[in-house]
């Protein structure tokens, strides 16, 4: 089992050398791997309070598999999604075409700046956006401007403090350490998300609530690679060069982790659970 915390962080000075780089642009596994996501998964907690004909804003879509299923679950409504990078624009417009998804449309934009007027939409939702950024307080009072009296923001990132590993994994644990520590320097905070409920109330939200869940890799023969292939493509690119770079790890040492995590993931059995922390708040 890991544990980690923010003292972690600033115990070694890890504050980022650049201030949100997010640092898995382009990476063709990961965007792989979003678009398997799905409203269901990622988005229980906000989907039990959308209504056939609200207008939702989902910030930071990516390539929109999440967001056609917040446009199918409110019907006739609308469901705007927007992100900063063009390319995850085009390909959410090319993937609601591709599921028949009409109510859905797609911008270009900034989370700091939102480009619609005060009071736009009935709900707000956000997942793995928060995490990368500098300012995620800044983000969610902007995300509150456009909300209408009696609606809500749903929030859901991963909290890379509390990952459960069976059988243990030293490897694996000092690959979340390295992953962690390079996060932190290209300026994301991969502990932040336990304390959503928070930071929703500091940007002005009331009530709000909180919950999380354990969502595993623990069945059958694969689970074990599933889970070290998904932390190797969060790894692997700008992360694993600034963790050499800065001295933390040396090229052969990430290859010996590697090696060991292959042979731990042959075993059967196996387990990794990650967490993933939501946050809801209203606007009064």
Same mark, same amino acid.
């Given at each position: 089992?890991?544990?980690?915390?923010?003292?972690?962080?600033?115990?070694?000075g890890?504050?980022?050398?650049?201030?949100e780089?997010?640092s898995?642009?382009?990476?063709t596994?990961?965007d792989?791997?979003l678009?398997?996501?799905?409203a269901e998964q990622?988005?229980?907690?906000?989907?039990?309070?959308?209504?056939?004909?609200?207008?939702?804003l989902?910030?930071?879509?990516?390539?929109?598999?999440?967001?056609?299923?917040?446009?199918?679950?409110v019907?006739?409504g609308?469901v705007?999604?927007?992100?900063?990078?063009?390319?995850?624009?085009?390909?959410?417009?090319?993937?609601a075409?591709?599921?028949?998804?009409?109510?859905?449309?797609?911008?270009?934009?900034?989370?700091?700046e939102?480009?619609?007027?005060?009071?736009?939409?009935?709900a707000?939702?956000?997942?793995?956006? +928060?995490?990368?950024l500098?300012?995620?307080?800044? =983000?969610?009072?902007?995300?509150? @401007?456009? *909300? !209408? %009296?009696?609606?809500f923001?749903?929030?859901a990132?991963?909290?890379?403090?509390?990952?459960?590993?069976?059988?243990?994994?030293a490897?694996?644990?000092?690959l979340v350490?390295l +992953?962690?520590?390079?996060?932190?320097?290209?300026? =994301?905070?991969?502990?932040?998300? @336990?304390? *959503? !409920? %928070?930071?929703?109330?500091q940007?002005?939200?009331?009530?709000?609530?909180?919950?999380?869940?354990?969502y595993?890799f623990?069945?059958?023969?694969?689970?074990?690679?599933?889970?070290?292939?998904?932390l190797?493509?969060?790894?692997?690119?700008?992360?694993?060069?600034?963790?050499?770079e800065?001295?933390?790890?040396?090229?052969?040492?990430?290859d010996?982790?590697?090696?060991?995590?292959?042979t731990?993931?042959?075993?059967?059995?196996?387990?990794?659970?990650?967490?993933?922390?939501?946050?809801?708040?209203?606007?009064?």
């Amino acid at each position: 089992m890991t544990v980690m915390s923010e003292s972690d962080i600033d115990a070694r000075g890890l504050r980022p050398a650049t201030r949100e780089r997010y640092s898995h642009t382009g990476d063709t596994g990961l965007d792989a791997d979003l678009v398997r996501r799905t409203a269901e998964q990622r988005g229980r907690f906000f989907l039990q309070h959308l209504r056939p004909g609200m207008r939702v804003l989902d910030c930071g879509c990516g390539p929109g598999a999440v967001t056609v299923g917040l446009a199918q679950a409110v019907g006739h409504g609308e469901v705007v999604g927007v992100d900063i990078e063009a390319r995850q624009v085009e390909a959410a417009r090319a993937l609601a075409i591709q599921r028949g998804v009409g109510n859905a449309r797609f911008e270009t934009a900034s989370v700091y700046e939102l480009p619609f007027p005060d009071q736009s939409f009935d709900a707000v939702y956000s997942q793995a956006l +928060l995490l990368h950024l500098a300012e995620p307080g800044e =983000a969610l009072k902007e995300m509150r @401007r456009v *909300l !209408r %009296p009696g609606g809500f923001a749903g929030v859901a990132d991963g909290d890379l403090g509390f990952v459960l590993v069976a059988p243990p994994s030293a490897a694996l644990d000092r690959l979340v350490s390295l +992953l962690t520590r390079g996060m932190a320097f290209y300026g =994301a905070n991969p502990f932040y998300a @336990r304390h *959503l !409920r %928070p930071m929703l109330h500091q940007a002005g939200f009331q009530p709000t609530e909180a919950g999380g869940e354990i969502y595993g890799f623990g069945s059958g023969d694969a689970a074990g690679r599933q889970a070290v292939e998904q932390l190797r493509i969060r790894f692997q690119g700008p992360i694993q060069r600034a963790v050499i770079e800065q001295q933390w790890a040396t090229e052969a040492e990430i290859d010996a982790l590697y090696g060991d995590l292959e042979t731990w993931s042959q075993q059967p059995d196996t387990f990794v659970g990650f967490t993933l922390c939501w946050g809801l708040g209203w606007v009064r």
